[in-house]
């Protein structure tokens, strides 16, 4: 993705919403790899012209694999105020995925207990007793079903590390493409995991802001 094809759901003087396409960085690591926060502070560079750096707030992250609505804060005021959101858990965030089996419940609230292996970049489902384990709470929805898999609506009600992937696996239906958590088959440099909408308080204005992206047109199955 160049800046040209930068898809902005959302711009003014304190935000920046756009939409992330599956298979990029959503910020810079060590592998030097192109990142949306790259492409949206040239974005916002050349459009306004801002000599220097552009200051750009990362107030939340999607994996590398999955699509999405990605906010970043355009002001030091916006990030602190949308970062203390997210803490809380003020920010509702809805996605949807295509996972692997039929889903038998048409609908339930999935909890567990996560850890994560920061070395190894790696979250299980252990006990509460685990050290360092974090409850994680799911909800989910069937949209859709087939012979082979589930298109279902999730809404996680925390912000743990990798928790809808490994919580869907958990339950035996890793999501499509997910070679990670227990998926059969590549889908190359994406998974069938979009978040579709982002709902939070305008850090400025006090006003429910709703945010949607679009799902990509690659995300059914071939």
Known sequence: MSEATLHILLEDNHLLAVAKPAGMLSMGDDTGDDSVADQAKQYLKRKYNKPGNVFLGVVHRLDRPVSGVLLFARTSKAASRLSDQFRRGAVSKRYVAVVEGQVRESAGLLTDWLHK??????????????????????????????????????????????????????????????????????LGHRILLHAQQLEFEHPTQKTRIVVEAPTPADFQRN
């Open 117 to 186: 292996d920061r070395e190894k970049n790696h979250v299980s489902v252990v006990t509460k007793a685990v050290r360092d384990a974090k409850e994680c709470r799911l909800e989910y929805q069937v949209l859709s079903c087939d012979k082979s898999s589930t298109t279902v609506g999730l809404r996680p009600l925390t912000g743990r590390s990798h928790q809808i992937r490994v919580q869907l696996a958990n339950q035996g239906h890793p999501i499509v493409g997910d070679l990670r958590y227990g998926a059969d088959d590549p």
